[in-house]
């Protein structure tokens, strides 16, 4: 069974930090780009970070550059998210998704595997 | 960045109704544009990507149409288990943008 597994969330003060993982199991990880989307609280879904099956290439939201920082190993089939200098408006439920593609590429790509969300709240 | 909007942002059918969805990309993305469907308090599910194909297990009732700017998401005849916010998003370029969402309720 394909599945995704996060872990890591949690709550945390303002500036703080957290590292997101995300498990997968049932796909050949590293032929897959991987993607972070985020969910606010009541809100619609947005884009954060992706990377490329390898890990060579990464993407980032304007919302979270410089601050977060998308990994992977692929011999842990494991992706991983750090999150630092949180602000409030980083509160959200974190999905890793799976790309259809190996790369991030323009073209036919979509999210086909989700997880179940890791819940990050930013708050003192 | 590329903005997707979608109308409406909320709607009331009844079962066995057709419904449909519409989404803009603010330039043309050809017909790199995603569906997904989110019940509550669940992670996304896709349902049609690129444009028109749709998802391996996902229910013939659900089609999707367009290119260049605009495109539709069709439920053909509405089930109770339809009941969900659907999003569109494109992948023609990063930032992957999605649209706003469609809430989907019975009348």
């Known amino acids: 069974e394909v599945q995704l597994v996060e872990s890591g969330g949690g709550l945390v003060q303002p500036g703080g930090s957290l590292r997101l993982s995300c498990a997968a199991s049932?796909?050949?990880?590293?032929?897959?780009?991987m993607t972070w989307v985020r969910q606010a609280p009541g809100k619609g879904l947005e884009w954060v970070s992706a990377?490329?099956?390898?890990?060579?290439?990464?993407y980032y939201a304007d919302s979270v550059k410089g601050r977060f920082t998308i990994s992977r190993d692929n011999s842990k089939n494991t992706l991983y998210l750090q999150t630092d200098s949180l602000r409030a408006e980083d509160t959200a439920v974190y999905y890793c998704?799976?790309?259809?593609?190996?790369?991030?590429?323009?073209?036919?790509?979509?999210?086909?595997?989700w997880g179940q969300g890791a819940v990050v709240t930013v708050s003192s | 960045d590329i903005q997707m909007t979608q109308s409406p942002s909320s709607l009331s059918a009844s079962v066995g109704d057709r419904v449909t969805i519409t989404c803009r990309a603010s330039q043309s993305i050809s017909i790199f544009l995603n569906w997904y469907q989110q019940k509550p308090g669940k992670a996304p599910n896709l349902l049609i990507y690129?444009?028109?194909t749709l998802q391996s297990g996902v229910p013939s009732r659900f089609s999707g149409s367009g290119s260049g700017t605009d495109f539709t998401l069709t439920i053909s005849s509405l089930q109770p288990e339809d009941i969900a916010t659907y999003y569109c998003?494109?992948?023609?370029?990063?930032?992957?943008?999605f649209g706003q969402g469609t809430k989907v309720e019975i009348k």
């Open positions: 049932g796909f050949t990880f590293g032929k897959f780009a």
């Open positions: 998003q494109q992948s023609y370029s990063t930032p992957r943008t």
């Open positions: 990377t490329s099956g390898s890990g060579s290439n990464t």
């Open positions: 690129a444009a028109s």
């Open positions: 998704a799976k790309d259809l593609q190996q790369q991030v590429i323009r073209g036919p790509d979509a999210f086909d595997v």
